[in-house]
């Protein structure tokens, strides 16, 4: 058996950055990860990245490949009708960017920090339990040898994933599940190739969406809206071309093709769990909430969770206060439910549904065009994307 201050389940974003977090207020943690080092950081993922993510990178020592290998865009594009339509999120923000930092980047940098300042990571743990979460906290697991553990944290906080261990711990009649199931799903690509723009491309057309973005000066990420049931096998890198291009076409613009070495379907929905406590329990980033990628949330919205909630936790070390522990949720669904609106109206603005009408269709137009003519309009896009000062 063996005491630790904060027992933290999954290695992702959220888990890594609350144990960096803590490390740095003095406060001592243990991570409990089923996958191998190797394969978190080799998964590659979502790029976008936050002014206040950026920020808080920096500000505690693991920004410094960010700063020296992230492409800060200071604005994006949508295209509709054939045209292209930048909104300049510096401008219209104050300065504020976004910075396209692949998410295995970022969990490099974490691990590495962590590591270096003698946190402990247990990977390739397996049958990894949360017990009595309400009254004396436990996390069970065997490790990769074969050794059964048992942690005994003052508190446990789950950073598993949409299908991990913690979210069903949480119990009571106040626990309540929003779901929102979309009806296509994200058909992405891996390509060798160089950047087809200097800023991400969000495009809408009457066969469905497409985004284009950036990974590296040679690799770039793209996607297409399809039926989520397709197949990967039924997609030659000829059709995936001929798709994308169709999809962005217009002021004699086209992608700069390459070979494609990765494809993959992404299903999309939104989900909220709420609380997100039980007893000495808490869930952040995906085992609490999931978002349509339209809006570019998912590992932002993971780190709110834990910058809000690491100040909560040193607060009560520190002066003994359970305020900020009991106002966790609270002050985290504030803006979870803000960047799960965002998140639908990107997605309901740029996607193609089966059961449009024209009028339906002329709406969506209507509603690119105030977005791309109109500054007070376009300010709401920008400043929501760029995201919401954290506090």
């Known amino acids: 058996m063996t005491r630790t201050k904060v027992g933290i389940v999954g290695a992702g974003p959220a888990g890594l950055m609350l144990s960096h977090l803590l490390g740095l207020a003095g406060i001592e ?30 500000e505690t020592g693991i920004g410094d490949r960010l700063r020296r290998e992230g492409f800060v865009h200071g604005g994006f594009e949508f295209r509709f009708d054939g045209r292209g339509h930048r909104i300049d999120l510096e401008k219209l923000t104050g300065g504020r960017a976004i910075t396209v930092y692949p998410q295995h980047e970022v969990l490099k940098d974490l691990i590495a920090a962590r590591l270096a300042a003698g946190g402990e990571i247990v990977f390739e743990a397996r049958d990894t339990a949360v017990h009595d979460v309400a009254t004396d906290p436990r996390i069970t697991f065997t490790t990769r040898d ?60 009457d066969s469905g969406f497409a985004l284009i973005s950036t990974r590296s000066p040679d690799v770039q990420r793209m996607y297409f809206q399809c039926d989520p049931s397709d197949r990967v096998e039924n997609w030659s890198d000829d059709r995936i071309w001929n798709e994308l291009q169709t999809r962005v076409a217009g002021d004699g613009f086209r992608l700069k093709e390459g070979p494609i070495f990765q494809k993959n379907i992404v299903p999309m929905r939104s989900f909220v769990c709420q609380p997100m406590q039980h007893g ?29 909630l690491s100040r909560a936790i040193e607060s009560w070390y520190r002066t003994g206060s359970t305020d900020g522990l009991e ?16 998140s639908w109206w990107m997605t309901s603005m740029l996607h193609r549904f089966d059961d449009a009408t024209e009028f339906d269709r002329r709406r969506q137009l209507a509603e690119l065009d105030l977005v791309t003519s109109s500054e007070a309009a376009a300010t709401t896009v920008a400043e929501n994307y760029v995201g919401l000062p954290l506090h």
């Open 280 to 308: 000495r329990l808490f869930i952040a980033g995906d085992a609490a909430h999931t978002v349509p990628p339209t809006g570019a949330k998912g590992l932002n919205l993971a780190v709110a969770d834990v910058f809000v």
């Open 146 to 205: 074969g050794e059964a553990r048992e942690l005994r944290p003052d508190v446990i906080v789950g950073c598993d994933g949409s299908y991990g261990v913690a979210r069903p711990a949480i119990e009571g009649a106040d626990r309540q599940d929003f779901l929102r199931v979309y009806p296509f799903g994200w058909f992405g690509i891996l390509t060798e190739a160089p950047p087809s723009s200097e800023e991400l491309i969000y495009a809408r057309h």
């Open 327 to 342: 106002g966790y949720s609270a002050t985290a669904l504030r803006r979870i439910w803000r960047a799960q609106h965002f």
């Open 29 to 58: 943690s243990v991570v409990v990860e089923s996958r191998g080092r190797e394969a978190i950081e080799a998964t590659i993922r979502a790029g976008g990245r936050e002014q206040n993510t950026v920020d808080l990178m920096v």
